[in-house]
């Protein structure tokens, strides 16, 4: 397969400046449910002002431009060692041209690299080789406010009453938005893993993220917990910013994984309202971006 | 909406309450986890010895923040090469992190105004109540859109914590906020956080 940099760097300049449409068209609709005159209003005026500048300009939405969490699916064949370099490589050049924040700082010694590369870990970036013959690679921006505010509980948790099965999910869940406040940048949007093990559990919690808003999970009872959580939360009236407000959580996706008898984690990852991401897809020469 | 310049007097801060909006010009200074960490350690508490231009860019920094705003932000930065620098993009991080030390920064170098997103806690809104001072929120995210309102980029101290880390001098142009912690003891996130907290136990009680 021919080198791809340049293509991976504009799909970074895409995700960086650019709110795909779902997730633009979600935010307008909200405006309406906001008071005329208030803070939470005009916040929600503000954001969208900001997205159009952005678009416009090629300019970062948010300058915290977040981990760079990469999806490849590669068809067979294809060099992992090649394309990582590449995307390093890109990572770099979109660092230099502004389009993303030097944003990998060694925990250790406090120092930041200054172009987003960090060891093995920074840009995280995870491979599946897949049938066909198309490469897929999706990236998202996850901002570090957001990402503070991810929760992850083992049930059953006495303190919020919550047991091992969708009832405490939906517990915890609504916990996690309420110490959320707005200090994850609400509206955010909910990404829920039930089970697995620590460490995959918060993955796949960020990996059902890379689906569009809306998108219901085909089990009809996880949909209604799905859509259930979305507007329970929302009724706290935490707002846009934490201002006090109607719309606190946009969309939230639920994805289901195997535990262990004794394990029963619940993971949320909180993604803020600029939710940052987009597609490539290349076929043979053709490359089409989302 | 009120217009403020820095830097910004007692009665003025006075005259601020939760929810006024507000637009804000003059010089500020933009400072986040590792300038408060330093702040602290080396001229507050003096915990740590000062080193290198640390005397020198204090000395700078009494003058610039007295009676001005330390802005929560780690700003994408153009022109590093040339020294020609530019905000390409400037929203707020979450102030929530500057907890432990907002208040002593306050009053050690007389700080009207901190702007930040998701708001702080009761140390700093007495901090707040005692400076006299405010928090004023800006929006998160809204990061080019705030960067336009960033006329003029003075300069920077402490480039080695890291660009979204070091300490930049800028000048501002209406700059859009919400006074939402006041000098008078009024917190808009403790209304909220309660609020919310008495639906949640309602919710959890289902």
Redesign the interface.
């Given at each position: 397969m021919r080198d791809l940099t340049n293509e991976i760097l504009e799909l970074i300049r895409r995700t960086s400046s650019s709110l795909p449409p779902d997730v633009e068209k979600r935010l307008r609709e909200s405006i309406e449910k906001e008071k005329p005159g208030s803070s939470a209003r005009g916040a929600l005026e503000t954001i969208l002002k900001n997205v159009e500048l952005s678009r416009a300009q090629s300019t970062p939405i948010c300058q915290d431009t977040g981990t760079p969490i990469f999806n490849v699916h590669y068809p067979v064949g294809v060099s992992t060692i090649k394309l990582k370099a590449q995307i390093r490589s890109a990572l770099a050049e979109a660092t230099k041209r502004s389009y993303m924040r030097p944003n990998a700082v060694d925990a250790i010694y406090d120092k930041n690299t200054g172009n987003n590369l960090g060891g093995d870990d920074f840009p995280y970036i995870h491979f599946e080789e897949k049938e066909g013959d198309e490469l897929i690679i999706e990236l998202m921006l996850k901002g570090g406010g957001c990402e503070n505010v991810g929760r992850q509980y083992s049930l059953p948790d006495n303190t919020l009453g919550a047991g091992r099965d969708l009832a405490g999910v939906r517990k915890v869940v609504l916990d996690a938005v309420q110490k959320a406040q707005g200090q994850g940048c609400a509206p955010g949007i909910l990404g829920v893993a039930i089970g697995g093990d620590r460490g995959s559990s918060y993955i796949k919690s960020k990996e059902v993220l890379l689906s569009e808003m809306g998108t219901r999970n085909t089990d009809p009872k996880i949909a209604e917990l799905e859509e259930q959580l979305t507007s329970e939360a929302n009724q706290m009236g935490i707002g846009p910013m934490g201002f006090g407000g109607a719309t606190t959580v946009l969309d939230t996706k639920i994805v289901g994984l195997s535990r262990l008898p004794a394990s029963y984690f619940v993971s949320v990852s909180y993604m803020c309202w600029a939710y940052r991401r987009r597609k490539m897809t290349v076929k043979g020469e053709e490359v089409i971006y989302d | 909406m009120k217009q403020l310049n820095t830097p910004i007097s007692d009665e003025a801060i006075r005259d601020l309450k939760v929810?006024d909006?507000v637009l804000l010009s003059g010089t500020m200074v933009t400072g986040r986890d590792?300038a408060h960490k330093w702040m602290i350690e080396t001229f507050v508490k003096k915990t740590r010895p000062a080193q290198g231009d640390d005397m020198q860019v204090y000395e700078e920094l009494k003058k610039l923040l007295n009676g001005s705003v330390i802005y929560h932000?780690?700003?994408?930065?153009?022109g590093l090469d040339t020294k020609e620098y530019k905000f390409?993009?400037?929203?707020p991080?979450?102030s929530?992190r500057e907890e432990p030390y907002q208040a002593d920064v306050m009053k050690h170098f007389n700080i009207k105004g901190v702007i930040g997103?998701?708001?702080m806690g009761a140390k700093t809104l007495k901090g707040c109540e005692e400076t006299p001072g405010v928090y004023l929120?800006a929006?998160?995210?809204?990061?080019?859109?705030?960067?336009?309102t960033v006329t003029k980029v003075y300069g920077v101290f402490k480039l080695e914590?890291?660009?979204?880390?070091a300490l930049w001098v800028v000048e501002v142009r209406d700059f859009?906020v919400?006074v939402?912690m006041d000098s008078h003891g009024g917190s808009?996130?403790s209304?909220?956080?309660e609020?919310?907290?008495k639906?949640?136990e309602d919710?959890?009680a289902k």
């Open positions: - | 929810g909006s590792a932000c780690g700003p994408v930065v153009s390409v993009a400037a929203g991080t979450t929530i997103k998701g708001g929120h929006i998160g995210g809204a990061a080019s859109y705030i960067a336009q914590f890291g660009v979204p880390e859009p919400v939402t808009l996130h209304v909220v956080e609020s919310s907290k639906v949640l919710l959890l």
